[in-house]
């Protein structure tokens, strides 16, 4: 599964890749990531993705994010869209 990104100083050279395409995480505890979408179909991207962490409300759960219908999408590299925290799983 595509990794998440999240610019921050003690981790070098961990800022967006030029030729990937991102969807920003918003809310929770995931909030700020970057999730790589490079390859996913629109579909993919539109059934929301559970993503496991240890960031989770619960360790080693999954947080749930969820795109908002009718929000515009940009193709090609960068970040194209938003995925929005909808809750967490144990």
Request: charged share 20%; aromatic share 6%.
């Amino acid at each position: 599964m595509p990794g998440c990104r999240r610019r921050r100083p003690d981790y070098p050279n961990r800022s967006p890749l030029p030729h990937q395409t991102y969807a920003a995480l918003v809310g929770g505890p995931l909030d700020g990531l970057l999730l790589a979408v490079t390859g996913w179909r629109p579909e993919e991207i539109d059934d929301g993705v559970a993503l496991s962490t240890e960031l989770s409300r619960w360790p080693g759960g999954s947080e749930l994010h969820d795109p908002r219908l009718g929000e515009p999408r940009t193709a090609g590299p960068g970040v194209s869209c938003r995925s929005y925290h909808s809750g967490g799983t144990p």
